[in-house]
T-cell receptor, first 113, second 111 residues
Framework: DAGVIQSPRHEVTEMGQEVTLRCKPI?????LFWYRQTMMRGLELLIY????????DSGMPEDRFSAKMPNASFSTLKIQPSEPRDSAVYFC???????????FGDGTRLSIL | GEDVEQSLFLSVREGDSSVINCTYT??????LYWYKQEPGAGLQLLTY?????DMKQDQRLTVLLNKKDKHLSLRIADTQTGDSAIYFC???????????FGAGTQVVVTP
């Protein structure tokens, strides 16, 4: 079975540029989560969706961050404009329901120069 | 607020048992999880335990839960070099299944 698929795996761009990270959850999973991992702050939940609807975006750091889920099989996390402090590994995860384990993608390693 | 604490580092000799400890704060957590992260990879679910259980065993892995002390542990029997990784403890919080992760324990297995 295909797991959670994220793209790109690596992204290097200059500050000020728009960055779009993509995620395809596991088919049939109703919950989708976006996390950010840094050495300083560990794993932080940014936002999560239930049935394509954003439920809690309190972890989104600033208005420069936005996330969408236009359908059950696709989500994007966008940063515009990007800044060097946004450099991190961004993970997408999905789960079948709120009481089932979350399954993680391999992440996108983002470097903002 | 919620906080999950783990020791940051564990060194273990190949063939020995590893024990990774975790304390959590939300007594209403329904599930507690252990994830493994290898370098450059995502988080792999290892095992999880429901809060009404005291112990769960899965091959070389044993999870112990002490709800009174809010203490969770993961024992890896016969530790192998492939077990070298960062191990994250996580608790489910709230009604929507949000996960609160610890900082991770780096396990290094030496020959």
């Amino acid at each position: 079975d295909a797991g959670v698929i994220q793209s790109p795996r690596h992204e290097v761009t200059e500050m000020g540029q728009e960055v779009t990270l993509r995620c395809k959850p596991i088919s049939g999973h109703d919950y989708l989560f976006w996390y950010r991992q840094t050495m300083m702050r560990g794993l932080e939940l940014l936002i999560y969706f239930n049935n394509n609807v954003p439920i809690d975006d309190s972890g989104m750091p600033e208005d420069r961050f936005s996330a969408k889920m236009p359908n059950a099989s696709f989500s994007t996390l966008k940063i515009q404009p990007s800044e060097p402090r946004d450099s991190a590994v961004y993970f997408c995860a999905s789960s079948p329901d709120r009481n089932q384990p979350q399954h993680f993608g391999d992440g996108t390693r983002l470097s903002i120069l | 607020g919620e906080d999950v604490e783990q020791s940051l580092f564990l060194s273990v000799r190949e063939g020995d048992s590893s024990v990774i400890n975790c304390t959590y704060t939300d007594s209403s957590s329904t599930y507690l999880y252990w994830y493994k992260q290898e370098p450059g990879a995502g988080l792999q679910l290892l095992t999880y335990i429901f809060s009404n259980m005291d112990m769960k065993q899965d091959q070389r892995l044993t999870v112990l839960l002490n709800k009174k002390d809010k203490h969770l542990s993961l024992r890896i029997a016969d530790t192998q070099t492939g077990d070298s990784a960062i191990y994250f403890c996580a608790e489910s919080i709230g009604s929507w299944g949000k996960l609160q992760f610890g900082a991770g324990t780096q396990v290094v297995v030496t020959p």
